[in-house]
């Protein structure tokens, strides 16, 4: 594939109904706050990085489940509005449609419940109905917002077709499923680095001792995000760390998905890793400075500004 050609990137997540809710400050346990606001969003880690992918250019087929209820045509016309390929998403009957509490404050910080419904009940026949598409994939992009069974599942239709495959391990997992982690690129941010290996992940100097015995886990290559103080590359053989843009962070909701999608459509271009990474950090910023999840994700004419920019 040359630059010119449209990147191909198969999205296999979740999608989710977001009620966001806004207030001055998140609660402690026990504790009842007054908020300022609830709007309801499109969302979901896998239909945000679908959506991220193809504001970037990309062409996008999303695979995953949505329920019978109102939420689920919603969720299925602004996937279509955002040109993202739907044909293979499948409606369950007697289902609701996954949905997620995301808590926001005044910095930006967030806290966020996940209730999956049907995003649970992805299965194996949905994703041999899509071996084609996976199979004529750039890229392959998973999260872990749908069964792991399923995300080793689909790796391995991949790997056979010689598709590269980006995990974004979130949420992190507590137990891994057999070959979870077996995958070319992982894109984890620090609390998920932390939940894998069992240990605290607070500064650059960490991650980059942490890399080895993350890649021990499985995946060939491995991103490490540290927020404000930027990301650790390592692409199989040196680790190198990226700073992170400055930007006035507003909601950083979806930070972490216009990342992974911007590490999936640059590769999917022949692009390096750490040119993957500058694209994807640019991407991120844009996304944490704006509201909400798929409404905050830039274009890639604000990507490709920004990075001239700084």
Same mark, same amino acid.
């Given at each position: 594939m040359t630059e010119k050609q449209q990147a191909k990137i198969t999205v296999v997540g979740s999608i989710n ?88 404050? *005044? &910095?930006?910080?967030? $806290? ?8 649970? +009940?992805?299965?194996? @026949?949905? %994703? ?5 598409v996976i199979s004529d994939s750039d890229v392959l992009l998973m999260q872990l917002e749908v069964p792991q ?52 992940? *607070? &500064?650059?100097?960490? $991650? ?8 021990? +886990?499985?995946?060939? @290559?491995? %991103? ?84 001239k920019q700084q």
């Amino acid at each position: 594939m040359t630059e010119k050609q449209q990147a191909k990137i198969t999205v296999v997540g979740s999608i989710n109904m977001d009620l966001m809710i806004r207030a001055s400050n998140l609660p402690l346990p026990g504790e009842t706050v007054i908020a300022d606001s609830k709007v309801e969003n499109p969302g979901g880690k896998g239909a945000n990085q679908a959506v991220a992918a193809a504001r970037m250019g990309a062409s996008v087929t999303m695979i995953g489940c949505v329920g019978d209820d109102s939420f689920a045509t919603q969720l299925l016309e602004n996937l279509a509005e955002e040109n993202v390929d739907t044909s293979r998403i499948t409606r369950r009957e007697n289902t609701a449609s996954g949905v997620a509490v995301v808590m926001v404050e *005044e &910095s930006g910080e967030n $806290a966020i419940l996940v209730v999956p419904g049907a995003n649970a +009940l992805v299965n194996q @026949q949905e %994703i041999e109905q899509a071996r084609q598409v996976i199979s004529d994939s750039d890229v392959l992009l998973m999260q872990l917002e749908v069964p792991q069974e399923i995300v080793a599942y689909t790796t391995q239709i991949a790997r056979d077709a010689g598709v590269p495959v980006i995990l974004d391990p979130a949420p992190a997992p507590l137990e891994c499923c057999a070959d979870l982690l077996n995958v070319d690129l992982i894109c984890p941010n620090q609390s998920e680095v932390a939940a894998l290996l069992g240990k605290p992940v *607070e &500064s650059m100097d960490d $991650a980059v001792s942490l890399m080895k015995e993350l890649t021990q +886990l499985g995946p060939k @290559q491995a %991103i490490i995000t540290m927020g404000e103080q930027g990301a650790v590359v390592f692409d199989g053989e040196t680790v190198q760390t990226v700073p992170s843009f400055a930007v006035e962070a507003i909601d950083s909701t979806a930070a972490g998905d216009a990342f992974a999608a911007g590490i999936a459509v640059r590769l999917a271009e022949h692009a390096s890793l750490i040119e993957a990474v500058q694209f994807a950090s640019a991407a991120g910023a844009l996304a944490a400075s704006g509201a909400g999840a798929q409404t905050a994700m830039p274009t890639r004419e604000q990507i490709e500004t920004l990075l001239k920019q700084q």
